[in-house]
């Protein structure tokens, strides 16, 4: 993984550039499995929490191969709990809620969203807590409207 490309992924992500995002988050992933840094938790953490996103992001944009994105998040999600981390389940369990509505349960997208929310508080993230239950609040109100 060359400088900087974990933030260009990022930057990619907030455009919404989905294909791009996912090309740089798992570009050298294998180098940096195979390296000295794989023991570094935080950096494999970081880097799997950055392409699950990137992969449901795609997945949400029709690529082509989008069952094979939601398993690839999936495990992502498996691998970030792992860690054993407040951030980590957190961010796992947020991957589980984007899974679950990529899946067509939105009601179980929105019980997770709430969940991610409750972990990130606890973990001190209360940018991220917002976030998930923006997005909780926003899928209780389109189930109310009937605009899911």
């Known amino acids: 993984m060359k400088p900087g490309q974990r933030a260009l992924a990022q930057i990619a992500l907030y455009r919404g550039d989905a294909g791009q995002a996912l090309e740089l988050a ?21 880097n799997r929490e950055q392409q699950g996103r990137a992969r449901l992001a795609a997945a949400m944009q029709g690529e082509k191969s989008e069952q094979r994105l939601i ?20 961010g796992a369990t947020l991957l589980s809620a984007q899974v679950s509505l990529l899946e067509g349960k939105m009601e179980e997208g929105a019980e997770l969203f709430g969940q991610a929310a409750a972990l990130y508080e606890a973990a001190g993230m209360a940018a991220h807590a917002e976030v998930a239950r923006w997005r909780r609040d926003e899928l209780e109100q389109s189930e109310l409207t009937g605009t899911a």
Do not use: C, H, M, Y
């Open 26 to 46: 798992t570009q050298g992933f294998s180098k940096l499995n195979r390296s000295s840094l794989r023991t570094v938790g935080l950096i494999l953490a970081l």
């Open 71 to 90: 398993k690839g998040a999936k495990k992502d999600a498996t691998t970030l709990e792992g860690f054993g981390l407040p951030w980590t389940s957190a």
